[in-house]
């Protein structure tokens, strides 16, 4: 099993657990699930990574200490989504039009903040990578950000219209 498939089994795994809409459970509890299965990926896209970039020595120390600063970055974006995702949990039963506008909003916001964060990067991976491992880096990203956002979106109700008043 090449590492790319071995990550994509553990996430699923990781995935299989219930979905924030789908369950009654407090915040903070679903904040650390959420932290603790952030951690687990994290670790993975690190060992996904590093089979996959190929880097020489050289290379190795400047990428990863930049890597280190992007996953920071990448987290307080995430957060955004992730409260996006609990804010769904605790209300996708009693949805409102103000709350869905609400959370599509700040969705859109996420991805606004992504797309700078890659484009942040992508001008520094350029200053020490060759532009094919640039170019490798991102793939691998989309590969296991599209892994990561099939799963979410398989496991998440799609939201209903507000009840009729």
Same mark, same amino acid.
């Given at each position: 099993?090449?590492?790319? #498939? +071995?990550?994509? $089994? /553990? /996430? +699923?795994?990781?995935?299989?657990? !219930? %979905? !924030? %809409?789908?369950?009654?459970?407090? =915040?903070?509890? /679903?904040?650390? #699930?959420? $932290? $603790?299965a952030r951690d687990v990926l994290e670790k993975e896209r690190?060992? *996904?990574l590093a089979g996959e970039?190929? /880097?020489t020595d050289e290379e190795r120390d400047k990428f990863w200490q930049l890597f280190n600063e992007y996953?920071?970055?990448?987290?307080? *974006?995430?957060?955004?989504?992730?409260? *996006?995702?609990?804010?769904?949990?605790e209300t996708y039963r009693t949805m409102t039009n103000e709350i869905a506008k609400s959370l599509i909003d700040d969705r859109f &916001?996420? =991805?606004r903040e992504m797309? #700078?964060?890659r484009e942040k990067y992508l001008k520094r991976l350029r200053r020490i990578l060759p532009e094919t491992k640039v170019a490798r880096f991102f793939q691998v990203e989309s590969k296991m950000d599209a892994a990561l956002d099939y799963n979410l $979106?398989?496991?998440i109700p799609v939201i209903q219209? !507000? !009840? %009729? &008043?």
């Open positions: 099993m090449t590492r790319g #498939k +071995l990550f994509i $089994a /553990l /996430l +699923l795994c990781l995935l299989a657990l !219930p %979905a !924030p %809409a789908q369950q009654n459970v407090r =915040e903070p509890d /679903l904040r650390s #699930k959420m $932290a $603790a690190r060992i *996904v970039m190929n /880097l996953i920071q970055d990448r987290q307080k *974006v995430n957060d955004v989504r992730v409260d *996006v995702i609990i804010r769904y949990s &916001r996420y =991805e797309v #700078k964060l $979106a398989a496991s219209d !507000p !009840p %009729a &008043r």
